[in-house]
């Protein structure tokens, strides 16, 4: 079975430039995560979708950044204009979402190998 | 205030050795989720271990166990016979009744390095 899939891996913009990630959760998962994690800290939520609806997004600094989950399957993140203080990693997590909700089966999140966004 | 509290930036263990990572919580709801997570330099979370607040039994998978003491809110992460793989950062991190629509909390971490 594949895992989450994030797309690009890494990558290097200018401040004020846009950027977006892509991210592919585990088939059947219902719910999906962005996260931002600054280095030597632990990861923050940004938005969490279940299904097709965000349903978390306190988080998520709305002036410059937006997601979507079309069609409840993949997301992008996106941030326009990017600053310097956006360098980070950007993590992509889904869930299955369903069942007891505090089951494991529920609960466990599934990670993928994140987006390094340096801005320069 | 913080919802998960990781209070050792960084840890040494030697090999073989056992080596408890601390964790306490805070929250207000009944049903909570709590988990650790390693992250090693390569960057991928894996996850390692899940409590659930209703569990009476402390949670073990292999060599990790979490010590749950409810009442302290405490979530301690005890690895066994350490290895020098598991030198990597660990989080701790809670989850919320999701139906009060409430996230997923991450701790700052704890840096673990296995001395051989």
């Known amino acids: 079975e594949a895992g989450v899939v994030q797309s690009p891996r890494y990558k290097i913009i200018e401040k004020k430039q846009p950027v977006a990630f892509w991210c592919n959760p585990i088939?059947?998962?219902?719910?999906l995560y962005w996260y931002l994690q600054n280095l030597g800290q632990g990861p923050e939520l940004l938005i969490r979708?279940?299904?097709?609806?965000?349903?978390?997004d306190s988080q998520l600094p709305k002036d410059r950044f937006s997601a979507e989950r079309l069609k409840g399957v993949d997301s992008t993140l996106k941030i326009q204009p990017a600053e310097l203080g956006d360098s980070a990693v950007y993590l992509c997590?889904?869930?299955?979402?369903?069942?007891?909700?505090?089951?494991?089966?529920?609960?466990?999140?599934?990670f993928g190998p994140g987006t390094r966004l340096t801005v320069l | 205030a913080q919802k998960i509290t990781q209070t050792q930036p960084g840890m040494f263990v030697q090999e073989k050795e056992a080596v408890t990572l601390d964790c306490t919580y805070d929250?207000?709801?009944?049903?909570?989720?709590l988990f650790w997570y390693k992250q090693p330099s390569s960057g991928e979370m894996i996850f390692l271990i899940y409590?659930?607040?209703?569990?009476?039994q402390n949670a073990t998978e292999g060599r990790y166990s979490l010590n749950f003491q409810k009442a302290r809110k405490s979530a301690n992460l005890v690895i066994s016979a350490s290895q020098l793989g598991d030198s990597a950062m660990y989080f701790c991190?809670?989850?919320?009744?999701?139906?009060?629509?409430?996230?997923?909390?991450f701790g700052t971490g704890t840096s673990l390095t296995v001395i051989p």
């Open positions: 088939s059947g998962h219902n719910t």
């Open positions: 991190a809670m989850r919320e009744d999701p139906n009060t629509g409430n996230q997923f909390y």
């Open positions: 979708y279940e299904n097709e609806e965000a349903v978390d």
């Open positions: 409590q659930g607040s209703y569990d009476q």
């Open positions: 997590a889904s869930s299955l979402g369903r069942g007891s909700i505090l089951s494991l089966a529920y609960n466990e999140q599934f």
């Open positions: 929250t207000s709801d009944p049903s909570y989720g």
